[in-house]
């Protein structure tokens, strides 16, 4: 469960407490285990019916995502594994218990089984970023040559010589991608097209391709590239950096049905030479993003907005 709970989602949930748990005794002490801060159970009136308090619990949780929904997601989850209803059997028509019970955690399943396998996608997300971060902080050696790069690109900033400043730019971008093992190759032609530059990350082929201009990168410029990557294989995707960025309708027009390109600009750039992410983290993370919402332009700054960086 990545997100907020849908609001079928929520009624599920409290379906589900209230069909698992008969006595508000054991759902309270199913919730005091699943919450991180158990005294927030003391907010509720555990004289009143059981179904409301499952209901002003959820509602509580629910109300404040940011602070709560770590807990939501640990009680879905916790819900989601029960498999064992024998509790329910000696009670008064104990075997319909025990259906409904079941019945009641399928349906929670069904609704929220989705978005915990992108949460777990997510968190390993996070978790290789936070080994590149470390990876990076413990080299020197690249550190210095990241810095050296950086160096060379901030001395472009000023140039007037726009043609010049796209052939050094091209050189420090497979700079950059060979100091991330990612294999570069170099500015090729086949025929009748220009390649800025290759690389290769995790069994996918990515072309690449770099625009420094005032003007904002257009739609025509968008589908001259992506026809270059529809012409390749299939696991072909293609990489456009724009620094000054790209033109709404143009990535309007790109992002819908079967995108095969991801978007960079110049503050993505600025994040990895100044260390707040590595290259490669950077581009998995836009990469599952263009794959779960069909967004193929996710700057560096709408992932830290978002928490995902």
């Known amino acids: 469960m990545a997100q907020q709970l849908s609001p079928a989602g929520i009624m599920a949930l409290k ?27 003391n907010n509720f009136n555990w004289e009143n019916y059981k179904r409301q308090i499952a209901s002003d619990v959820v509602d509580y949780l629910v109300a404040n995502p940011t602070k709560h929904l ?22 008064d028509d104990g075997p319909q218990k025990v259906d409904r019970a079941r019945n009641a955690v399928n349906q929670l399943k069904q609704l929220v089984e989705p978005h915990q396998e992108v949460k777990k996608e997510q968190d390993e997300i996070k978790r290789r970023q936070e080994l590149a971060a ?22 472009l900033l000023g140039s007037t010589n ?61 589908a001259i590239f992506t026809d270059k ?8 995707l293609g990489i456009f950096l724009s620094i000054n960025g790209f033109s709404q309708d143009g990535v309007a027009a790109h992002q819908a049905g079967g995108a095969s390109i991801l978007l960079m600009d110049g503050g993505d750039l600025m994040a ?10 950077l581009l998995l993370r836009k990469k599952r993003y263009a794959a779960q919402t069909g967004n193929i332009y996710f700057s560096y700054h709408q992932m830290i907005a978002a928490g995902g960086v």
């Open 15 to 41: 379906e589900a407490l209230c069909s698992v748990y008969w006595y508000k005794s054991e759902l309270r002490g199913f919730l005091q285990l699943c919450l991180s801060n158990a005294s927030i159970l």
């Open 70 to 91: 770590g807990d939501l997601t640990k009680i879905c989850y916790e819900v989601c594994k029960i498999k064992d209803f024998s509790h329910l059997k000696p009670l």
């Open 134 to 155: 470390k990876k990076l902080q413990e080299n020197a050696a690249v550190r210095q040559k990241l810095e050296s790069i950086k160096v060379r690109y901030m001395a």
């Open 162 to 222: 726009a043609q010049g400043r796209g052939f050094d730019l091209e050189r420090i971008m497979y700079e950059l991608f060979e100091l991330f093992d990612l294999d570069p190759k170099a500015s090729f032609k086949n025929t009748g097209e220009q390649i800025d530059g290759a690389f290769s990350l995790e069994g996918t082929e990515y072309l690449f391709e770099a625009k420094w201009q005032k003007e904002l990168v257009n739609k025509a410029d968008l």
């Open 229 to 236: 990557i529809r012409t390749k294989l299939e696991n072909t």
């Open 272 to 281: 990895v030479f100044d260390e707040r992410v590595d290259f490669t983290s």
